[in-house]
């Protein structure tokens, strides 16, 4: 079956960086896309960006553009989500998700990672 | 500021329908499908509605979406304790070189 199995909660300071993977599995990993997409207490979801793990090209959302970093390792199957310049406004759950199919420009999310929570405070 | 527009709660007592709307524009529900999510408490979404209007194994068939022009709906009939959740709807936005568009999210109420 399929599994996204994310790392555990972070607790950061105001300008640090914080890397989350997520780590695949009951399939083959080159196949799909990942997406990533967060959710801040209390708010809506919002999406950071994806990543091709098939040669590692991403797309960003333009609001994190020049702060986030997706990379993939394909010897674990592990897909990795580097937000830097953190700010208090980042704190948030950070959620990994898998289309049900095999293309890029489509939001049918048939399997999440069990969520990140990133607490950014000084 | 999301762009998909969802009102931001409905309610409904026991057995009743609840309806909950979805509005966007030309480049996101009007070229691509709508899915649909439900979120309970402390949990990740859940997929409850795909391409405008299928449902996942294992949804009840009281969850039913459709979509029309740049607007897509998303059903409950029947209503029942355990449908109290959040509720949102996303698609494919072909602009800015592609993203996802989600609304904002409906936090449904059972009375």
């Known amino acids: 079956q399929v599994q996204l199995v994310q790392s555990g909660a972070e607790v950061k300071k105001p300008g640090a960086s914080v890397k989350v993977s997520c780590k695949a599995s009951g399939y083959t990993f080159n196949s799909y896309f990942i997406h990533w997409v967060r959710q801040a207490p209390g708010q809506g979801l919002e999406w950071m960006g994806i990543i091709n793990p098939s040669g590692g090209s991403t797309v960003y959302a333009q609001k994190f553009q020049g702060r986030v970093t997706m990379t993939r390792d394909t010897s674990t199957s592990t897909v990795y989500m580097e937000l830097s310049s953190l700010r208090s406004e980042d704190t948030a759950v950070y959620y990994c998700?898998?289309?049900?199919?095999?293309?890029?420009?489509?939001?049918?999310?048939?399997?999440w990672g069990q969520g990140t929570l990133v607490t950014v405070s000084s | 500021q999301s762009v998909l527009t969802q009102p931001p709660s409905a309610s409904g007592t026991p057995g009743q329908r609840v309806t909950i709307s979805c509005s966007g524009s030309r480049s996101n529900i009007g070229s691509n499908t709508v899915n649909w999510y439900q979120q309970l408490p402390g949990t990740a979404p859940k997929l409850l509605i795909y391409?405008?209007?299928q449902r996942p194994s294992g949804v009840p068939d009281r969850f039913s979406g459709s979509k029309s022009g740049t607007s897509a709906s998303l059903a409950i009939s029947g209503l029942q304790s355990e449908d109290e959740a959040d509720y949102y709807c996303?698609?494919?936005?072909?602009?800015?070189?592609?993203?996802?568009?989600f609304g904002g999210g409906t936090k449904v109420t059972v009375l």
């Open positions: 391409n405008n209007y």
């Open positions: 998700a898998r289309p049900g199919i095999a293309v890029a420009g489509t939001t049918q999310f048939n399997y």
């Open positions: 996303a698609a494919w936005d072909d602009s800015l070189n592609g993203h996802v568009a």
